[in-house]
């Protein structure tokens, strides 16, 4: 919350705050080939504190009038790999500020998904995609003046 109004009082009159974050649902795993899904299955253990917070701060900070919400709407966010191991270097080093608090049996379960996604790309054959979809959230919000 201080963070909404410490922009909300940074921001010139006419301008904007651009929120950008994923929603919490969790992110997907998929094998694609040739536009068809092959398989498809939720990352396990996926942690959704942190979201849960950032939407609870943006909606207090309009129900107290800092911010008024112009224009919201969610798009797909994925990203694509040839492997799973591929896959997860990129996801590694994006998420490389991220606390990293995994405990033993999270780590088995990611483990265990990796293998599935490598055996459904070896099932699928030569060009085969690996895609880590996730849903993002993105609003235009206009400072209330009083």
């Known amino acids: 919350m201080h963070a909404l109004e410490e922009i909300h009082r940074l921001l010139r ?5 651009i929120d950008i974050r994923p ?8 094998v694609i080939r040739a536009g068809k899904v ?4 939720a990352v ?26 112009e224009r919201r709407t969610t798009f797909d966010f994925p990203t694509y790999a040839a492997s799973i191991g591929e896959l997860r270097e990129y996801l ?17 379960q990611q483990a265990a998904l990796a293998a599935r996604v490598e055996q459904a790309i070896r099932a ?3 060009g085969a995609e690996v895609v880590h979809h996730e849903w993002a959230r993105i609003a235009r919000l206009r400072p209330v003046r009083r």
């Open 13 to 17: 009159p006419h301008g904007r705050l």
């Open 23 to 30: 929603v919490r649902d969790a992110p997907v795993i998929k």
């Open 38 to 41: 092959l398989f498809a299955e």
């Open 44 to 69: 396990p253990a996926h942690d959704d504190e942190d979201y849960r917070q950032a939407d609870a701060a943006v909606a207090k900070a309009v129900r107290r009038h800092l911010f008024a919400v």
């Open 92 to 108: 590694e080093d994006a998420n490389a500020y991220e606390d990293r608090a995994d405990d033993r049996a999270t780590a088995a």
């Open 124 to 126: 699928a054959g030569k």
